[in-house]
Antibody
Framework: QLQLQESGPGLVKPSETLSLTCTVS??????????WDWIRQPPGKGLEWIGH???????FYTPSLKSRVSISVDTSKNQFSLKLNSVTAADTAVYYC????????????WGQGALVTVSS | QSALTQPRSVSGSPGQSVTISCTGT?????????VSWYQQYPGKAPKVMVY???KRPSGVPDRFSGSKSGNTASLTISGLQAEDEADYYC???????????FGGGTKLTVL
Protein backbone atom coordinates (compact mmCIF):
# COMPACT_ATOMS: atom_id res chain seq x y z
CA GLN A 1 0.00 0.00 0.00
CA LEU A 2 1.46 3.32 -1.07
CA GLN A 3 1.92 5.86 1.70
CA LEU A 4 2.97 9.50 1.60
CA GLN A 5 4.18 11.45 4.63
CA GLU A 6 4.88 15.16 4.85
CA SER A 7 7.57 16.46 7.18
CA GLY A 8 9.03 19.84 8.02
CA PRO A 9 8.75 22.79 10.39
CA GLY A 10 5.26 23.62 11.60
CA LEU A 11 6.11 27.28 12.23
CA VAL A 12 7.77 29.68 9.80
CA LYS A 13 8.45 33.37 10.27
CA PRO A 14 7.09 35.93 7.81
CA SER A 15 9.41 36.63 4.84
CA GLU A 16 11.26 33.34 5.40
CA THR A 17 11.10 30.11 3.36
CA LEU A 18 8.66 27.28 3.98
CA SER A 19 10.24 23.88 3.35
CA LEU A 20 8.45 20.53 3.34
CA THR A 21 9.45 17.04 2.26
CA CYS A 22 7.19 14.22 1.22
CA THR A 23 8.50 10.68 1.74
CA VAL A 24 6.90 7.99 -0.41
CA SER A 25 6.84 4.41 0.88
CA UNK A 26 5.35 1.23 -0.49
CA UNK A 27 6.17 2.16 -4.07
CA UNK A 28 8.68 3.96 -6.23
CA UNK A 29 8.55 7.65 -7.05
CA UNK A 30 10.27 6.87 -10.33
CA UNK A 31 8.32 5.86 -13.37
CA UNK A 32 6.46 7.47 -16.18
CA UNK A 33 2.92 7.07 -14.93
CA UNK A 34 2.63 9.63 -12.18
CA UNK A 35 3.20 13.22 -11.20
CA TRP A 36 3.78 14.15 -7.56
CA ASP A 37 1.64 17.03 -6.32
CA TRP A 38 1.66 19.62 -3.60
CA ILE A 39 -1.78 20.93 -2.61
CA ARG A 40 -2.64 23.23 0.29
CA GLN A 41 -5.70 24.17 2.32
CA PRO A 42 -5.87 27.29 4.50
CA PRO A 43 -7.75 26.73 7.77
CA GLY A 44 -11.48 26.57 7.11
CA LYS A 45 -11.02 27.13 3.37
CA GLY A 46 -10.82 25.14 0.15
CA LEU A 47 -8.07 23.28 -1.64
CA GLU A 48 -5.45 24.98 -3.81
CA TRP A 49 -3.20 23.12 -6.24
CA ILE A 50 0.37 24.40 -5.87
CA GLY A 51 2.29 22.38 -8.44
CA HIS A 52 3.75 19.02 -9.31
CA UNK A 53 6.89 17.27 -10.41
CA UNK A 54 7.68 14.35 -12.62
CA UNK A 55 10.34 11.85 -11.52
CA UNK A 56 12.66 13.28 -14.17
CA UNK A 57 12.50 16.67 -12.47
CA UNK A 58 10.05 18.39 -14.84
CA UNK A 59 7.91 20.79 -12.84
CA PHE A 60 4.66 22.69 -13.28
CA TYR A 61 3.41 25.42 -10.94
CA THR A 62 0.19 27.33 -10.48
CA PRO A 63 0.66 30.83 -11.94
CA SER A 64 -0.23 32.70 -8.73
CA LEU A 65 2.65 31.07 -6.80
CA LYS A 66 5.13 30.47 -9.62
CA SER A 67 7.46 33.30 -8.60
CA ARG A 68 7.84 31.96 -5.04
CA VAL A 69 7.64 28.18 -5.31
CA SER A 70 10.07 25.42 -6.12
CA ILE A 71 9.48 21.66 -6.17
CA SER A 72 12.32 19.17 -6.39
CA VAL A 73 12.67 15.39 -6.37
CA ASP A 74 15.24 12.99 -4.91
CA THR A 75 14.60 9.59 -6.45
CA SER A 76 17.39 7.98 -4.41
CA LYS A 77 15.48 8.80 -1.22
CA ASN A 78 12.02 8.37 -2.79
CA GLN A 79 11.19 11.92 -1.74
CA PHE A 80 10.02 15.16 -3.25
CA SER A 81 10.12 18.57 -1.66
CA LEU A 82 8.40 21.95 -1.64
CA LYS A 83 9.97 25.33 -1.01
CA LEU A 84 7.88 28.49 -0.81
CA ASN A 85 9.77 31.69 -0.17
CA SER A 86 8.81 35.12 1.14
CA VAL A 87 5.90 33.66 3.09
CA THR A 88 3.15 35.70 4.72
CA ALA A 89 0.26 34.82 7.00
CA ALA A 90 -1.76 34.03 3.87
CA ASP A 91 0.48 31.00 3.33
CA THR A 92 -0.68 29.44 6.61
CA ALA A 93 -2.30 26.17 5.57
CA VAL A 94 -2.32 22.41 5.74
CA TYR A 95 0.04 21.26 3.01
CA TYR A 96 -0.67 17.91 1.35
CA CYS A 97 1.56 15.86 -0.91
CA UNK A 98 -0.19 13.50 -3.29
CA UNK A 99 0.19 11.18 -6.27
CA UNK A 100 -1.41 12.27 -9.56
CA UNK A 101 -1.91 9.93 -12.48
CA UNK A 102 -0.50 11.32 -15.73
CA UNK A 103 -3.05 12.23 -18.43
CA UNK A 104 -5.83 12.00 -15.85
CA UNK A 105 -7.57 13.97 -13.11
CA UNK A 106 -7.00 11.14 -10.65
CA UNK A 107 -5.18 12.17 -7.45
CA UNK A 108 -5.33 8.82 -5.73
CA UNK A 109 -2.97 8.84 -2.76
CA TRP A 110 -2.60 11.71 -0.31
CA GLY A 111 -0.42 12.32 2.69
CA GLN A 112 -2.10 13.11 5.99
CA GLY A 113 -1.22 16.78 5.65
CA ALA A 114 1.14 19.08 7.53
CA LEU A 115 -0.04 22.30 9.14
CA VAL A 116 2.38 25.15 8.56
CA THR A 117 1.74 28.38 10.42
CA VAL A 118 3.39 31.61 9.34
CA SER A 119 3.85 33.81 12.38
CA SER A 120 6.54 35.77 14.13
CA GLN B 1 -12.32 33.31 -5.04
CA SER B 2 -11.98 29.78 -6.41
CA ALA B 3 -11.66 29.13 -10.11
CA LEU B 4 -14.58 26.68 -10.09
CA THR B 5 -17.94 27.55 -8.53
CA GLN B 6 -19.70 25.13 -6.21
CA PRO B 7 -22.71 25.68 -3.95
CA ARG B 8 -21.56 26.29 -0.40
CA SER B 9 -23.94 23.71 0.98
CA VAL B 10 -26.45 21.05 -0.01
CA SER B 11 -28.55 18.74 2.09
CA GLY B 12 -30.71 15.67 1.79
CA SER B 13 -32.39 12.99 3.85
CA PRO B 14 -31.16 9.42 4.09
CA GLY B 15 -32.09 7.46 1.01
CA GLN B 16 -32.54 10.54 -1.16
CA SER B 17 -30.30 11.71 -3.99
CA VAL B 18 -28.35 14.95 -4.07
CA THR B 19 -26.39 16.59 -6.86
CA ILE B 20 -23.46 18.94 -6.37
CA SER B 21 -22.59 21.21 -9.27
CA CYS B 22 -19.20 22.54 -10.28
CA THR B 23 -19.32 25.39 -12.77
CA GLY B 24 -16.26 26.47 -14.70
CA THR B 25 -15.62 27.92 -18.12
CA UNK B 26 -14.88 26.84 -21.67
CA UNK B 27 -11.20 26.95 -20.69
CA UNK B 28 -11.41 24.32 -17.96
CA UNK B 29 -14.46 22.13 -17.25
CA UNK B 30 -15.91 22.71 -20.69
CA UNK B 31 -12.68 22.03 -22.55
CA UNK B 32 -11.43 18.80 -21.04
CA UNK B 33 -12.77 15.53 -19.66
CA UNK B 34 -10.45 15.87 -16.69
CA VAL B 35 -12.76 16.57 -13.75
CA SER B 36 -12.43 14.81 -10.41
CA TRP B 37 -14.36 14.91 -7.15
CA TYR B 38 -12.98 14.57 -3.62
CA GLN B 39 -14.66 13.82 -0.32
CA GLN B 40 -13.10 15.30 2.80
CA TYR B 41 -13.96 14.71 6.42
CA PRO B 42 -12.87 17.28 9.03
CA GLY B 43 -9.18 16.99 9.81
CA LYS B 44 -8.63 14.33 7.16
CA ALA B 45 -7.04 14.23 3.73
CA PRO B 46 -9.33 14.31 0.69
CA LYS B 47 -10.35 11.04 -0.95
CA VAL B 48 -11.10 10.71 -4.65
CA MET B 49 -14.66 9.63 -5.43
CA VAL B 50 -14.85 10.24 -9.20
CA TYR B 51 -12.21 11.07 -11.78
CA UNK B 52 -12.10 11.90 -15.49
CA UNK B 53 -15.72 13.14 -15.21
CA UNK B 54 -17.40 9.80 -14.58
CA LYS B 55 -14.89 7.09 -13.63
CA ARG B 56 -15.03 5.58 -10.17
CA PRO B 57 -11.91 4.24 -8.42
CA SER B 58 -12.18 0.74 -7.05
CA GLY B 59 -13.76 0.71 -3.62
CA VAL B 60 -15.97 3.76 -4.18
CA PRO B 61 -19.66 2.81 -3.97
CA ASP B 62 -21.64 3.06 -7.19
CA ARG B 63 -23.95 5.46 -5.34
CA PHE B 64 -21.45 8.10 -6.40
CA SER B 65 -21.59 9.15 -10.05
CA GLY B 66 -20.20 11.99 -12.10
CA SER B 67 -21.27 13.74 -15.26
CA LYS B 68 -20.64 16.88 -17.28
CA SER B 69 -22.68 19.15 -19.48
CA GLY B 70 -21.02 22.13 -21.10
CA ASN B 71 -19.08 24.09 -18.51
CA THR B 72 -20.71 22.38 -15.53
CA ALA B 73 -19.72 19.10 -13.93
CA SER B 74 -21.90 17.32 -11.40
CA LEU B 75 -21.51 14.76 -8.66
CA THR B 76 -24.64 12.82 -7.79
CA ILE B 77 -24.91 10.79 -4.61
CA SER B 78 -27.88 8.46 -4.56
CA GLY B 79 -29.23 6.55 -1.58
CA LEU B 80 -27.75 9.09 0.83
CA GLN B 81 -26.22 7.69 3.97
CA ALA B 82 -25.17 9.42 7.17
CA GLU B 83 -21.53 8.66 6.38
CA ASP B 84 -21.77 10.77 3.20
CA GLU B 85 -21.89 13.94 5.30
CA ALA B 86 -18.63 15.66 4.39
CA ASP B 87 -17.11 18.39 2.26
CA TYR B 88 -16.86 17.76 -1.47
CA TYR B 89 -14.45 19.45 -3.88
CA CYS B 90 -14.28 19.35 -7.65
CA UNK B 91 -11.04 19.72 -9.58
CA UNK B 92 -10.50 20.37 -13.27
CA UNK B 93 -7.64 20.65 -15.73
CA UNK B 94 -7.46 24.22 -16.97
CA UNK B 95 -4.91 24.11 -19.75
CA UNK B 96 -1.15 24.08 -20.02
CA UNK B 97 -0.66 27.43 -18.26
CA UNK B 98 -2.94 27.13 -15.22
CA UNK B 99 -3.02 23.35 -15.09
CA UNK B 100 -5.24 22.29 -12.17
CA UNK B 101 -7.95 24.28 -10.35
CA PHE B 102 -10.27 23.33 -7.50
CA GLY B 103 -13.76 24.42 -6.63
CA GLY B 104 -14.49 26.19 -3.36
CA GLY B 105 -16.07 23.13 -1.81
CA THR B 106 -19.60 22.07 -0.86
CA LYS B 107 -20.70 20.97 2.59
CA LEU B 108 -23.13 18.08 2.36
CA THR B 109 -25.46 17.69 5.30
CA VAL B 110 -27.47 14.49 5.74
CA LEU B 111 -30.62 15.50 7.60
Amino acid sequence: QLQLQESGPGLVKPSETLSLTCTVSGGSISGSTYFWDWIRQPPGKGLEWIGHIYYSGTTFYTPSLKSRVSISVDTSKNQFSLKLNSVTAADTAVYYCARHLDKSSLIDYWGQGALVTVSS
Amino acid sequence: QSALTQPRSVSGSPGQSVTISCTGTSSDVGAYNYVSWYQQYPGKAPKVMVYDVSKRPSGVPDRFSGSKSGNTASLTISGLQAEDEADYYCCSFAGSYTLWVFGGGTKLTVL
